[in-house]
Antibody
């Protein structure tokens, strides 16, 4: 069954750019939407944005000015960049698969804790 | 933005008892509602989509109901592995949004 594996830098300083990548294993990259979701420690979930294999993208307006999501279909990977990070961006970041644009998420990646600290 | 409100924040239940979790949307999301279970240190796991369709392999003790703005997740007889945090999520419109979660703890 499909599996998502993600990686990226876990510690950043304020004003730096967060960069994470998620790879899709044992499943198709085409025909789905691929999302990033974050969860501050001890808090709830926030959807960041999604991309599909053609490059169609939707972002959460609350983060749109700082977010960029891209994909590499040949590697079945998609990536997140979040610029000008602050301590408010400290969170566990998850990648996840959606069946369509505006969808539920299944499965999810294992999560990456990103800490922003000076 | 559609605001999702879950209640209660914490639900204390004895093993074997029934648990009823609520989720309310600030505007209609039709049946575009999913439920997730999250255990400590793990990623969320899909339970229900389409308000009432169980994910593959989900035990029948989990059921979802509702449409429009009011939704319910029911766990008919709580097992030890069901104690966790549960989130609802609407996917009717962007931005996709989640409720604040209900923690189901052992009474």
């Amino acid at each position: 069954q499909v599996q998502l594996q993600q990686w990226g830098a876990g510690v950043l300083k304020p004003s730096e750019t967060l960069s994470l990548t998620c790879a899709v294993y044992r499943g198709s990259f085409s025909g789905y939407y691929w999302s990033w979701i974050r969860q501050p420690p001890g808090k709830g979930l926030e959807w960041i944005g999604e991309i599909n294999h053609t490059g169609s993208i939707n972002y959460n307006p609350s983060l749109k000015s700082r977010v960029s999501i891209s994909r590499d279909t040949s590697k079945k990977q998609f990536s997140l960049k979040l610029s000008s990070v602050t301590s408010a961006d400290t969170a566990i970041y998850y990648c996840a698969r959606g069946r369509t644009q505006t969808s539920w998420f299944d499965p999810w990646g294992q999560g990456t804790l990103v800490t922003v600290s000076s | 933005e559609i605001v999702m409100t879950q209640s209660p924040a914490t639900l204390s239940v004895s093993p074997g008892e029934r648990a009823t979790l609520s989720c309310r949307a600030s505007q209609s999301v039709a049946s575009n509602l999913a439920w997730y279970q999250q255990k400590l240190g793990q990623a969320p796991r899909l339970l229900i989509y389409g308000a009432s369709t169980r994910a593959n392999g989900l035990p029948a003790r989990f059921s979802g109901s509702g449409s429009g703005t009011e939704f319910t997740l029911t766990i008919s007889s709580l097992q030890a592995e069901d104690f966790a945090v549960y989130y609802c999520q609407q996917y009717n419109d962007w931005p996709l949004t989640f409720g604040g979660g209900t923690k189901v703890e052992i009474k």
